[in-house]
């Protein structure tokens, strides 16, 4: 049975600073990994979406890579701001469209 | 471009009432529907999910049903609502399985 830990449950930085959230995942025979933002109160909305045929993929100040083999994937938040603070998920599809999620790194940036 | 539309945003039950809410995607055809309910520390969990009008999945046992009338349209529905069923219920659409979810914007519902 796949199950999806972030890691950290909460962060907090200043502004400005690069900083790593992390996924792991139990199975990895994945079709592909997504991150989500969710803002309090609201629903989620898409940031990236990696295929398990690839390493990595960029928006913006946002990079995530997968390593299937070892189930990590990190998302990489460039020159934070403090309209990054949200609660970000990860999310497995083992290509049946059910996505597994993780519980969610809530981030906060301080100005 | 594609949206997704729920309501209502927020409801309040009182146990043993009915409850319906509703989901509708525009912009695209047979999309992959989705719901999804979200409690407190316990994450998002996948309920239901449907291919094609008519043809709904149920992903674990409870006090829910899901129903798909017409093709871009979802219905989450109970007949008599437990207060194990308080939480953020999130309907999401794809173009097939495998493809990005996109999310609507969610109904809290709070069971008194």
């Known amino acids: 049975k796949q199950e999806v830990t972030q890691i950290p449950a909460a962060l907090s930085v200043p502004e400005g600073e690069n900083l790593v959230l992390n996924c792991s995942f139990t199975?990895?025979?994945?079709?592909?990994l997504q991150w989500f933002r969710q803002d309090p109160g609201k629903g989620l909305t898409s940031l990236l979406l990696?295929?398990?045929?690839?390493r990595e993929q960029t928006s913006g100040r946002l990079n995530a890579s997968l390593d299937k083999s070892s189930g990590r994937s990190t998302l990489y938040i460039a020159a934070s701001q403090p309209g990054d603070s949200a609660t970000y998920l990860c999310a497995v599809d083992s290509n049946t469209g059910k996505l597994i999620f993780g519980q969610g790194t809530t981030l906060q940036v301080k100005p | 471009s594609q949206t997704i539309h729920q309501w209502p945003a927020t409801l309040v039950q009182p146990v043993g009432s009915p409850l319906s809410l509703e989901c509708t995607v525009e912009?695209?055809?047979?999309?992959?529907l989705y719901w999804y309910r979200q409690a407190a520390g316990r994450g998002l969990q996948l309920l239901f999910y449907s291919v094609g009008i008519g043809q709904i999945s149920s992903e674990v046992p409870q006090n829910l049903s899901a129903s798909r009338p017409q093709d871009r349209q979802f219905i989450l529905s109970s007949k008599k609502l437990l207060l194990s069923d308080s939480g953020f219920y999130l309907c999401a659409w794809s173009v097939d399985a495998g493809g990005p979810q996109h999310f609507g914007d969610g109904t809290r519902l709070s069971i008194l």
């Open positions: 199975d990895s025979a994945i079709y592909n």
């Open positions: 912009g695209t055809s047979n999309p992959n």
């Open positions: 990696i295929q398990s045929s690839q």
